[in-house]
């Protein structure tokens, strides 16, 4: 049972430039979260999926932007790269909105140059 | 406003030498407080979920205990391989978000 995958797992990207990271949530679960984590802190929410809406979302500017599939998988897109932008992006899934245990992928480390 | 305390920032123990790790939180209505593992520059790894005060939870060496204002994470007769940051989580009232500690830095010396 492959457990939740993301990709890339690593990028550089340019300021001013887009991104997109993709996940794969672990098989059953239909919820995705978004986390973004900096060196040496704990990952910070970003938004939720479930039925392809937007449930929630945390203190991040509107060129934090996702989408959630049929099938559960999600991007996360980043418009107008700050440098401050480099952390590592975290997907968790879980089997509902207010599920048990999330469980998260190897994340993408994204440095912006 | 929900806050998650992770003390001490870092630990360093001889293998062997028992100690644990604090995670005092205040939130609006816990629905769960998730304790997690974390390898350099991997995702967080799921060890426990605690619900209600008095509950405990074991793993191998790992022991999780909950309070109404802290939880421990006892770690008894560590092996290098335990070495990882440890991260603490709560989930509140309505929210959907984990609300995160800093996490605690875990360093084992053969």
């Known amino acids: 049972d492959a457990g939740v995958t993301q990709s890339p797992t690593h990028l550089i990207k340019t300021r001013g430039q887009q991104v997109t990271l993709r996940c794969s949530p672990k098989s059953g679960h239909d919820t995705v979260s978004w986390y973004q984590q900096a060196l040496g802190q704990g990952p910070q929410f970003i938004f939720q999926y479930y039925e392809e809406e937007e449930r929630q979302r945390g203190n991040f500017p509107d060129r934090f932007s996702g989408h959630q599939f049929p099938n559960y998988s999600s991007e996360l897109n980043v418009n107008a790269l700050l440098l401050g932008d480099s952390a590592l992006y975290l997907c968790?899934?879980?089997?509902?909105?207010?599920?048990?245990?999330?469980?998260f992928g190897q994340g993408t480390r994204l440095t912006v140059v | 406003e929900d806050q998650v305390t992770q003390s001490p920032e870092a630990l360093r123990l001889q293998e062997g030498e028992s100690s644990s790790l604090n995670c005092s939180y205040t939130?609006?209505?816990?629905?769960?407080l998730f304790w997690y593992r974390q390898d350099p520059g991997k995702g967080p790894e799921f060890l426990f979920t605690l619900y209600s005060a008095g509950e405990e939870k074991e793993k191998e060496r790992l022991k999780a205990t909950l309070t109404k204002k802290e939880s421990f994470l006892h770690i008894t007769a560590p092996k290098p391989e335990d070495s990882a940051t440890y991260l603490c989580a709560v989930r509140s009232g309505s929210n959907y978000q984990l609300i995160w500690g800093a996490g605690t830095k875990l360093i084992i010396k053969p």
């Open positions: 968790a899934s879980s089997p509902t909105r207010f599920g048990t245990e999330a469980f």
């Open positions: 939130v609006s209505g816990l629905r769960g």
